[in-house]
C-alpha cells in the first residue's frame, strides 16, 4: 500500500462521510442512484466529424468506491465488450454503493478500423500518460487518464490475445501489492499472475498513481468467446462486491485461481504448417509433445514440446509458422 493510495482513500472517505454527493464529470453532475450515458469529445477527423468516447457513469445511492471498467484499449480486442455491456445488465436495478464508470471502446479509431492501433500505428497502451497536446494516441490517453482514472479508486482492464493468440482467461496484475491481490483473488480467474509494467501503458500509468489495477486477457481479438466473457462478468461482479459496492454476486468457481510463476512462449524451430494437440488450460508435462509442425504434404518437420510443467495459457490459431515463432505459452504453476 503506497503513501499516496492512503492519502486519497482518505480524503474520499471523509467527503463522504456526512454526504452522499452528486457525481461530477464532464460538467455533468449525476445524481446519486442515477445512470447516464455521455460522450467524452476525443477530436476531429480531417472531415470535421466529432469523434467521443462514449461511457456510463452509474452513480450509486450510497457512497462508495469509484470503480472504472475498460475494453478496446486495443481497438480489434471485443470481448471486454460484451463483458461489460453485461455487467452493466446485471446490475441495473441493483442498489449500488460508489460509482461505476464503464467505458467498453477507449481506442474508437482502433475499434473502426478494426485494428489494434490507432490510424497512425500508434498503441494507444504505450501512449500512456499522454499529453493535452502530443499525438491522437497521446491526446487519447491523456483524457482517459484525467477524467477517468484520476477519478477513480481502483480498475479493471480488459483485454484478449493478439496476432491470432487466444489467451486462457487469465489476471495480470502487481500481485505484491495487497490491495490489488485481493482484488485478483475476489475476481477467480483461472489463473493469475504478477506482470512487469510496461512503459505507456494505462495499468502502469494508473498503478504510478497508487490505483489498484486488474487486467483481465481473455480469448482473442476481433472475437466474442463465450466462456471468457462469461468469467469475465462474474470475475467483474465478483470484484465489485468484494469493494463493497454490491451486496451480492456470482459464487466463485468450484477451482481456486492458480497463481502462474512464470510464462514462457514455445517457438517453432522450423517454418511450417502447426498441428497443434492442446488446448488452453491443459496440464502439461515437461517435454510433452503439443503439436507438430508439418511441410504441407505432411512430412513432420519439428515438434512443439512443453518447456516445463505446467497449464497452456496461450495458443496461436494460425496454423502457418515461421522458424522463430511464438507458438503456446506454457506457465508454471505455484
Ligand atoms: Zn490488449
Sequence with gaps: MTASRDKREGKRGSANASTHQAFEIARERIEPGTSRELDLPVARLPTRTSVDLPLVVRHGT??????????????????????????????????????????PVVNVFGFIHQSRYLPDRRDLNRSFPGSPRGSLASRMAHLFLTEIVARCSHGIDLHTGSNDRANLPQIRADLDDPETLRCAEAFGAPVMMSAKLRDGSLRAAATKRGIPVLLYEAGEALRFDDDSIAMGTAGVLRVLHSLGMLESAPEQPASATRLVEKASWVRARRSGLARLSTKLGDRVAKDDVLGILADPFGSTVGRLRAPFDGV?????????????DAVINVGQLD
Excluded: F
Excluded at 87 to 98: E, P, Q, Y
Excluded at 312 to 324: A, C, I, M, Q, S
Design 62 to 103: 450510497r457512497p462508495g468506491p469509484c470503480v472504472w471498467i475498460s475494453s478496446c484499449v486495443h481497438g480489434d480486442e471485443l470481448n471486454g465488450i460484451e463483458i461489460i455491456r453485461q455487467v452493466l445488465a446485471a446490475t441495473a436495478k441493483l442498489d449500488l454503493a460508489g460509482t461505476l464508470l464503464a467505458v
Design 312 to 324: 497452456v495459457l496461450g495458443l496461436l490459431n494460425n496454423p502457418v509458422v515461421n522458424r522463430g
